[in-house]
């Protein structure tokens, strides 16, 4: 089993950053890759960015790409997702999510393990 918790969500303007936290915890060995998804209300859940656990490939949805980065320390089995540019879309419960498999990066349903989800605020 593998537990996730999410940090640093909160209300930001528009424009500014915001850097969210996952801290893993348990059977980190098997992890394969990390995803961040977001959900705004009356929406599905969509993916955001990914990094390998190994820290060695990133990948992110067009929407985000030059605005949002993934980041890994792995000595503290921590993903980071550094927020820059926030835009009033970006509003959204936020979610870590991690991958034992090599099936689709993008896709919620191939990920194993979620964490309980910071709410993200963008505000005008």
């Known amino acids: 089993q593998v537990q996730l918790v999410e940090s640093g969500g909160g209300l930001v303007q528009a424009g500014g950053s915001l850097r969210l936290s996952c801290a893993a915890s348990?059977?980190?060995?098997?992890?394969?890759?990390m995803g961040w998804f977001r959900q705004a209300p009356g929406k599905e859940r969509e993916f955001v960015v990914s990094?390998?656990?190994?820290?060695?490939?990133?990948y992110a949805t067009e929407s985000v790409k030059g605005r949002f980065t993934a980041s890994i320390v792995n000595a503290k089995n921590t993903v980071y997702l550094q927020m820059n540019s926030l835009k009033l879309e970006d509003t959204a419960v936020y979610y870590c999510?991690?991958?034992?498999?090599?099936?689709?990066?993008?896709?919620?349903?191939?990920?194993?393990?979620w964490g309980q989800g910071t709410q993200v605020t963008v505000s005008s």
């Open positions: 999510a991690a991958r034992l498999s090599r099936a689709s990066i993008s896709e919620s349903r191939f990920y194993d393990y």
């Open positions: 348990g059977r980190t060995f098997g992890i394969r890759d």
């Open positions: 990094i390998r656990w190994s820290g060695d490939a990133t």
